[in-house]
């Protein structure tokens, strides 16, 4: 019986993460990881079977575990047991060779090091069982319907564009450069925790519906969201987004300029270069340049575009640049940001 199981509570990220394992989304990882995957996958970017994959998936907890390999553990979620945890591993984790291993910092400064210090120094590992899915949203879909939703419409190359932020005049270029390269486009924002300064999920969603619907061919574009937190690992990070992509039914995958970035934390490029040290993993990866608006070639362009003697009247798009603007009430210029997004993004800052 579940109601006589050891239990233990799982926070959001948590109940986030056993369902994508569930549905496939993090394929192959299937559990929660052992001591052997964690480490393995730290410090190879493979699992002990040998493919490709960066970032651990763990289950912390911040005591000891009463539990070991063989027993079934129920995992509560806000006082509701949600799903089984069939354990065949209990481990205590050294969260400082972790975080230097998967983020390349020790520091808490870094938000994907903070969390992880946050949740405890043990962990649990194993296959897991969803007794009650969780509630979704209109925009989330599981890789069997996302990669269904493709071959409905005949799309048989499929550009990803990973997004944890509200829509810049870069991010619609790289969603423009995508429906030049394949069938359609697949916008997939972040819709777990993110740190604090970065735009609210419904502001993200309400912006990108906005530009989908007036601004995109809309038998092109789809906008379906991705139910994990950020992890700001910058280029593991990068690598992580494109193989849940791959199972999402993505043929390609653009990876910009500081993909997956916080602060000064990751060289700007390591998301592109990090690709270089891996086999094919069966998804193409488009590596993408640092993009601006420059006055002299008159519009959007980026670094293999723009010639070198525009660089001084370069203007660099951010959204850090954006918020800044909006919270000491000024309009960002239509070169940042349309204007027509600005009512929707206003209520975010």
Same mark, same amino acid.
């Given at each position: ?10 926070g959001?990220?948590e ?5 994508n ?19 393995? $996958? ?9 493919? $490709? ?15 070991? #390999? ?50 405890? #120094? ?16 209109p ?6 319907e ?13 550009v ?9 005049? &870069?991010?619609?270029?790289?969603? =423009? ?5 394949? /069938?359609?486009?697949?916008?997939h924002?972040?819709?777990? &925790?993110?740190? *604090? ?7 993200v969603?309400?912006?990108?519906e ?12 789809v ?15 990068? $690598?992580?987004? *494109?193989?849940?992509r ?10 910009? =300029?500081?993909?997956?970035? $916080?602060?000064?934390?990751? /060289?700007?490029? &390591? ?12 998804i ?6 640092a993009?601006?608006? !420059?006055?002299? !070639? ?7 575009? !723009?010639?070198?003697?525009? =660089? ?21 210029? #239509? ?11 206003r209520?975010?800052?």
């Amino acid at each position: 019986m579940v109601e006589t199981l050891p239990t233990l509570a799982i926070g959001e990220d948590e109940r986030l993460d056993l369902e994508n394992l569930a549905t496939g989304a993090f394929a192959p990882v299937r559990g929660f990881m052992t001591r052997e995957e964690a480490l393995s $996958v730290a410090e190879t970017m493979r699992l002990p079977t040998g493919e $490709v994959w960066t970032i651990p998936i763990l289950l912390q907890a911040p005591e000891k575990p009463r539990v070991g #390999p063989g027993d079934t553990l129920a995992l509560l979620y806000q006082g509701e047991r949600v799903a089984l945890l069939h354990v065949t591993d209990a481990y205590a984790l050294d969260l400082r060779r972790l975080a230097k291993e998967v983020f390349g910092t020790e520091s808490e400064a870094h938000p994907g090091v903070a969390r992880l210090y946050a949740k405890g #120094p043990y962990a649990l590992g194993g296959k897991v069982e969803v007794l009650k899915p969780r509630a979704r949203g209109p925009l989330e879909k599981t890789p069997e319907e996302a990669r269904a939703h493709f071959r409905e419409r005949g799309w048989r190359t499929v550009v990803a564009f990973q997004t944890r932020n509200a829509p810049h005049r &870069a991010h619609e270029y790289l969603v =423009r450069l995508g429906l030049e390269l394949a /069938d359609g486009v697949l916008v997939h924002p972040i819709l777990g &925790a993110k740190k *604090a300064d970065d735009f609210p999920t419904e502001v993200v969603l309400r912006a990108y519906e906005r530009l989908l619907r007036e601004f995109l061919p809309q038998d092109r574009v789809v906008l379906f969201g991705l139910a994990t937190p950020m992890r700001y690992a910058g280029p593991k990070e990068a $690598v992580f987004h *494109a193989l849940v992509r791959k199972n999402f039914g993505a043929t390609h995958f653009l990876v910009g =300029r500081d993909h997956a970035g $916080v602060g000064d934390f990751y /060289d700007p490029y &390591a998301a592109h270069r990090i690709f270089d040290q891996l086999p094919p993993l069966g998804i193409e990866i488009l590596r993408v340049g640092a993009v601006f608006h !420059c006055p002299l !070639c008159g519009g959007i362009a980026s670094e293999r575009t !723009c010639p070198e003697a525009h =660089r001084e009247k370069r203007l660099s798009i951010s959204m850090t640049k954006v918020r800044a603007l909006l919270r000491e009430g000024k309009t960002p210029p #239509p070169e940042l940001v349309r204007p027509e997004l600005l009512p929707i993004l206003r209520q975010g800052v």
